[in-house]
């Protein structure tokens, strides 16, 4: 009788990462570790240092199946249903935008801002809030920084409301489902609609402290050159930026100072060189001043900042 193979951990890996490199998949030992880890219920340090584990059957067979999706294009985080998002775990879904790591750096820069300006009571809006990824990553570190300082107690600890908007209803339902995995959860009021206009509805005119947006800004002709996982996969319409990418900026950055507060900031992320023509935007209306463009760690220009006047 035939002796049956026996799969370990370290097999499979070797085995999916061949698998995704012959079907050309971006970081092909990176997926193969991802999945396998959702599959196994542990993390990717614990692979490694459970290489010679033998896989039981089933979760062989189930970490097959995945594997095929994955050789077909399909981005592992909707795979396996969630991603990474600054160290918490963020619910992705197909109709919903996949975090990137960039992203992880608007939130940065947010975050110091808040810090260096010291208010005690915070108004922060999430404009296309997808995942709910931002909003959510700033409250876990703003709150989690303000109860470590030494200087705070518990009866003096900052105000924090947030509000989150997004067009999508698909992605609100994941946003809400993420955000309640959270304390904070009851803090953050989420809106469906057209950018401001749910906000205008709402009493929340001059309200902000800080609007943070990571709005569609792909040209709609470079969207047919971006890979399958994404072009096929991932939402267009948070994506597309239309004609030149800029079809967002042109609305939120004249809209955004009405529901700022006096001196409040306005946080963009933004495409490779668009970095003018955005220059170009927030001076038009002459209500921004302290305009600021960043570089992102790969040394891109990434974001913008601007101060209501």
Sequence with gaps: MKKKTAYTIKNLLELAAEYFDKAEIESPRRNAEYVLSSVLGLNRMDLFLKYDLVVNDPERVQFRCLAGRIQKGEPWQY????????????????????????TEELVGHVLDIVK?????????????????????????????????????????????QMFAVDQSLKALEIAKKNAAKFPFKDSIQFFQGDLFSCLE????????????????????????????RVKNYEPREALDGGADGLDYYKRIIPEAHRFLRSRAFLALELGEHMMEPIQAIFHQGGVYDNIEFIKDDAGRIRFAFAQKR
Excluded: W
């Design 116 to 160: 260096k300006n010291e208010r005690q009571n915070i108004n922060v809006l999430d404009m296309c809030t997808g995942s709910g990824n931002m909003i959510i990553a700033f409250a876990h570190f703003f709150l989690n920084r303000a109860e470590s300082s030494p200087s705070q107690t518990t009866k003096n600890l900052p105000g924090l």
């Design 79 to 102: 795979v396996i249903g969630h991603t990474s998002f600054m160290g918490l775990e963020i619910d992705v879904a197909p109709g919903v935008l996949i975090p990137r790591p960039e």
């Design 201 to 228: 509805e709402n009493n929340l005119a001059g309200k902000m402290d800080i609007i943070m947006s990571n709005p569609p800004y792909v040209p709609s002709e470079v969207l047919k050159n971006l890979s399958v």
